[in-house]
T-cell receptor, first 109, second 119 residues
Framework: RKEVEQDPGPFNVPEGATVAFNCTYS??????FFWYRQDCRKEPKLLMS???SGNEDGRFTAQLNRASQYISLLIRDSKLSDSATYLC??????????FGDGTTLTVKP | GAVVSQHPSWVICKSGTSVKIECRSL??????MFWYRQFPKQSLMLMAT?????????EQGVEKDKFLINHASLTLSTLTVTSAHPEDSSFYIC???????????????FGPGTRLTVL
């Protein structure tokens, strides 16, 4: 079993749609959780951190459930510019991180 | 956010040569930098953790004699791919943590990556 597992995707949605990505992790000692966005042939960029209380940044909402070892990302009112691969990242042990395989989102007009 | 640079951004070399990739934190100091490798359509795989002033810690399956890491200062880590072969062709990305950050908060700042092609 992989340490971090994500929905395989790909997700193809129309503009304006709401889309949700899920991620599970196996290491219960994990300390920090993030969603990164990676555009084709570019480096990953931090989208948002994920907290137990849940956090929202504009159209993006992230949730963490430590008991179930589950992380989610919700994107509302999808834009064409949201098309990218979204990486679930789990960190522990002084910053060492494990990346999920990523979920590819394509938003179409 | 903090800026991390990598050089070169791409390199093509002949099989058997060695290639050095630099990773610099431009506006912050990093005691720890990470080196990742990403093959097409795959996620980032951590290769090693680079610690300033000490030996790097390599992940299982990564040959330390093939991937030499030097972290000589708080702003520079280098990865040297020795005797590169076509199977080493990949996208190499470094990341760094700001030493001022809360130890429980592990955001990493990524370099733009180096695309290595070995012929």
């Amino acid at each position: 079993r992989k340490e971090v597992e994500q929905d395989p995707g790909p997700f193809n949605v129309p503009e304006g749609a709401t889309v949700a990505f899920n991620c599970t992790y196996s290491n219960s000692a994990s300390q920090s959780f993030f969603w990164y966005r990676q555009d084709c042939r570019k480096e990953p960029k931090l989208l948002m951190s994920v907290y137990s209380s849940g956090n929202e940044d504009g159209r993006f909402t992230a949730q963490l459930n430590r008991a179930s070892q589950y992380i989610s990302l919700l994107i509302r009112d999808s834009k064409l510019s949201d098309s990218a691969t979204y990486l679930c990242v789990v960190s522990w042990n002084a910053g060492k991180s494990t990346f999920g395989d990523g979920t590819t989102l394509t938003v179409k007009p | 956010g903090a800026v991390v640079s990598q050089h070169p951004s791409w390199v093509i070399c002949k099989s058997g040569t060695s290639v050095k990739i630099e990773c610099r934190s431009l506006d912050f100091q990093a005691t720890t930098m990470f080196w990742y490798r990403q093959f097409p359509k795959q996620s980032l795989m951590l290769m090693a953790t680079s610690n300033e002033g000490s030996k790097a810690t390599y992940e299982q399956g990564v040959e330390k004699d093939k991937f030499l890491i030097n972290h000589a200062s708080l702003t520079l880590s280098t990865l040297t791919v020795t005797s590169a072969h076509p199977e080493d062709s990949s996208f190499y990305i470094c990341s760094a943590r700001d030493i001022r950050g809360d130890s429980s908060y592990n955001e990493q700042f990524f370099g733009p990556g180096t695309r290595l092609t070995v012929l």
